[in-house]
Structure formats: C-alpha cells, structure tokens
C-alpha cells in the first residue's frame, strides 16, 4: 500500500535559482538586466531572492571573484507549498514538448532538480513586460534522504514521471 503524502510533511525545500553569468558580459547589466532577473525571480517564488557572486576568478569563463553569476531564492513552508503545486500543475504543462520528468532527475539522496529554458512558462509572468528569457534551476529537496521513498513520494504528489 503506498503512503498518502502531503506536500507540507514531505517537501523540505524549494530552491529556484537562475545563472547570470552570460547576461552579466551586457552594458548596464546591474542597472537594467540585474532587476529584470530579480524582479522575475521575485514573482515567481513569492520572496526577494539573493545575489549569487563567484568565489574565485575563472579566466576561461571569463568570470572574476565577487563577479555577480546568479540569484537564488529557497522557499519554504507556504511559498514552497505553493511554487510546488503551481509548478507542477501549471508550469509544467505549458513547456513546449513536455513529455514528463525523467527518473533519473532525481538523484541517490531523493532530490529531484528540473532545468527550464525559459522562465516564461510560469503564467504570473507577463511576457510584454519582461525583454529577457533567462533559464531556471529548481531544486525540490524532499525530507525523506531515500530516492526510493522520495520517487514514491514525488509519485503521490503528482510529480509527471515518464513512463
């Protein structure tokens, strides 16, 4: 018999995070291109998200140290709760292709990480207000550290696996 989970006992996480290390070689990228991504990020989560800086330089990436390379937001309790059933029931569905989740996103502690390309599929953002499509990281961290029992647990809460 499977476990009847809700999403408040079995999610103990929610990190939405966003890489702005391409966007960060444009003129005016912290007075104009910075806000934009925060301000996105900001709507979808519910709260203001921080400001990512590299921890050393990468001359192959072109990257210096304290350089600005993403921003991230963790949600938890009832932002988390709603992102999650917002993200799964409406944002999922309006990816182009979607198909379902692979598996294999969910990695041996029971963390599931979906990449988007585009933060556009969310319907609280407007695309005639935003001029920037950036891409998204969503880490869903569960409480249970099994991926057996976290795949079953994802399962229970609606979580679209491929068959």
């Given at each position: 018999m499977t476990e009847k989970f809700t999403a408040k006992k079995f999610l103990e996480k929610v990190v939405i995070n966003s890489g702005v290390g391409r966007l960060?070689?444009?003129?005016?990228?912290?007075?104009?291109?910075?806000?934009?991504?925060?301000?996105?990020?900001?709507?979808?989560?519910?709260?203001?998200?921080?400001?990512?800086?590299?921890?050393?330089?990468?001359?192959?990436?072109?990257?210096?140290?304290?350089?600005?390379?993403?921003?991230?937001?963790?949600?938890?309790?009832?932002?988390?709760?709603?992102?999650?059933?917002r993200f799964i029931t409406i944002a999922l569905p309006r990816v182009r292709d979607f198909t379902g989740l692979s598996v294999e996103s969910v990695d041996r502690g029971g963390v599931l990480n979906v990449g988007m390309k585009e933060h556009l599929v969310f319907p609280e953002i407007n695309p005639e207000d935003t001029t920037l499509i950036f891409p998204l990281q969503i880490t869903i961290v569960p409480k249970l550290k099994d991926r057996e029992k976290a795949l079953a647990g994802f399962k229970s809460l609606g979580v679209p696996f491929k068959k």
């Amino acid at each position: 018999m499977t476990e009847k989970f809700t999403a408040k006992k079995f999610l103990e996480k929610v990190v939405i995070n966003s890489g702005v290390g391409r966007l960060s070689q444009q003129p005016s990228f912290e007075d104009k291109v910075l806000p934009m991504v925060m301000r996105d990020v900001a709507i979808l989560g519910g709260q203001k998200p921080q400001v990512r800086k590299a921890k050393k330089s990468i001359a192959g990436f072109k990257i210096r140290e304290n350089q600005i390379v993403g921003v991230r937001a963790t949600l938890r309790g009832d932002k988390m709760v709603d992102f999650f059933e917002r993200f799964i029931t409406i944002a999922l569905p309006r990816v182009r292709d979607f198909t379902g989740l692979s598996v294999e996103s969910v990695d041996r502690g029971g963390v599931l990480n979906v990449g988007m390309k585009e933060h556009l599929v969310f319907p609280e953002i407007n695309p005639e207000d935003t001029t920037l499509i950036f891409p998204l990281q969503i880490t869903i961290v569960p409480k249970l550290k099994d991926r057996e029992k976290a795949l079953a647990g994802f399962k229970s809460l609606g979580v679209p696996f491929k068959k």
